[in-house]
C-alpha cells in the first residue's frame, strides 16, 4: 500500500497487491467514523471479512460508507483493525488496515494460524442451529410497505439475526426476504427477528435472501 498526495494535498491510498489476500468468511461488526446516532456516538453494524492481507481487507456491509472514511472493525480472530477505505463495492468495499510495522508482524501470524485452522469450527449447541449464509444480503419489509436493504448475519429455521440502518422497537412485525416474523431482541449491531412459523432448512436461503 503505497502514499501519494493529490493536488489538494491530501494522502490518497493506492492499492498495490503485493502479497496475496486469504479467502476467508468472518462475522465481524465495524463503525464508520462519519456515522453516528442522535446521541452522537458511533453506530456499529454486522459485517463479514471476506478476503484479508497485512495491507487491506474486502468487507461485505449493510451501510457503505464513503472513499477515505475511517472504518474500525473488530472481530475474535483479528481484533481490532481500522483504516480508511480505498475502494468501493456493491455491496460493501476495500479498506487499507492501519498498523505499525510490529502490529503487521502480530496480524500476519494471526492470518498464517487462521489460514491453517480455519476448517475446524466449534460445535453450535444452540436450540436451533445457525448458519452463515453465503450471501448475506436481504431486505426488510415493513408494514407501511416500505422496504430497505439488511445484512444477515446469521438464520435458523426459527429466525434470523440482522444488521441494518435501522433498529425496530421490540415486537415489530415485519417481513425479511420472503419470511415474516416480530423483532424479539436487539443486538449490539443489529436485532433478532423470529419467524411466525419454524421453516424447512433447505428452503431457508431461497426464502430469506437475495438472488
Known amino acids: 500500500m503505497a502514499e501519494i498526495a493529490d493536488q489538494a494535498g491530501d494522502l490518497v491510498f493506492v492499492e498495490r497487491r503485493r502479497e496475496p489476500r486469504i479467502i476467508v468468511s468472518i462475522a465481524a461488526h465495524y463503525a464508520l467514523a462519519n456515522r453516528r446516532d442522535s446521541h452522537g456516538n458511533r453506530r456499529e453494524f454486522a459485517c463479514r471479512v471476506v478476503d484479508i492481507s497485512t495491507q487491506a481487507m474486502t468487507l461485505l456491509v449493510p451501510v457503505n460508507g464513503t472513499m477515505r472514511e475511517r472504518v474500525i472493525v473488530h472481530c475474535e480472530e483479528f481484533g ?3 483504516g ?3 475502494r468501493l463495492l456493491e455491496s460493501g468495499f476495500v479498506m487499507h488496515i492501519a498498523l505499525s510495522e510490529e502490529e503487521r508482524k502480530d ?3 494471526k492470518i498464517e494460524w487462521y489460514e491453517k485452522n480455519k476448517n475446524f469450527d466449534a460445535p453450535d449447541n444452540r436450540e436451533h442451529k445457525r448458519i452463515i449464509p453465503k450471501n448475506p444480503h436481504s431486505q426488510l419489509v415493513f408494514h407501511d410497505g416500505s422496504v430497505l436493504q439488511c445484512f444477515v448475519i446469521d438464520m435458523s429455521v426459527g429466525g434470523v439475526a440482522v444488521s441494518a440502518d435501522v433498529k425496530p422497537a421490540i415486537g415489530t412485525p415485519l417481513g425479511v426476504g420472503k419470511l415474516i416474523g416480530r423483532v424479539v431482541r436487539h443486538l449490539d449491531d443489529g436485532f ?6 419454524l421453516q424447512e432448512r433447505e428452503n431457508l436461503e431461497q426464502l430469506l435472501l437475495l438472488s
Not at 192 to 197: I, P, Q, S, T
Open 80 to 82: 481490532k483493525l481500522e
Open 107 to 109: 496480524l500476519a501470524v
Open 84 to 86: 480508511p477505505i480505498i
Open 192 to 197: 433478532a427477528v423470529k419467524f411466525l412459523a
